[in-house]
């Protein structure tokens, strides 16, 4: 058996901005509350390696892990796939950007397989990763609107 997600959210700010928000990396752990860390392994053209940690879950456990990430600024897309995969026996994201009329939907395809010896099944991480991502992903969407709303104010000042 295989676990699938999708999952969206339309921002309210250019598309240029969602891009560059969610694509800094190294930002992710202020921009995302469940990761402590990110550290740059390796950059090679539009490929990045990094080891994302996560915060401590609920019994205390840290969980960190190596992904590779290649972004299409063309395609407006991103693929992701963990190289060191812990309790998944694969895991692979896809990131695609739409600009809309008034914003930029953002959507995000996790395609994965946990290993027979995981503690959880793909059930169960379906319904975890589906959660999780509508909870981040709004947070993000909150993130990226109050820096829109931050620049676009700052723009209107007199000079």
Do not use: C
Not at 31 to 39: D, V
Not at 75 to 85: D, G, K, Q
Not at 132 to 151: F, G, H, V
């Amino acid at each position: 058996m295989t676990g699938h997600t999708e999952n969206s959210i339309t921002v309210d700010a250019p598309l240029d901005l969602v891009w560059d928000m969610t694509n800094d990396i190294e930002n992710w752990p202020r921009l995302f509350t469940e990761y402590a860390s990110l550290e740059v392994l390796s950059r090679e053209g539009d490929t990045t390696t990094f080891r994302l940690t996560m915060h401590p879950d609920d019994n205390g456990k840290v969980w960190s892990w190596v992904s590779e990430r290649t972004v299409d600024r063309a395609a407006r897309t991103v693929r992701a796939r963990r190289v060191e995969t812990g309790p998944f026996a694969h895991m692979n994201i896809l990131w695609q950007y739409t600009e809309l009329p008034g914003g930029t939907q953002m959507r995000w395809t996790q395609d994965f397989a946990m290993k027979p010896d995981a503690p959880v099944d793909d059930d169960w991480m379906t319904d975890n990763i589906n959660r999780n991502s509508r909870t981040q992903m709004a947070l993000i969407r909150d993130r990226i609107e109050q820096a829109a709303r931050e620049r676009e104010n700052a723009s209107a000042l007199p000079r």
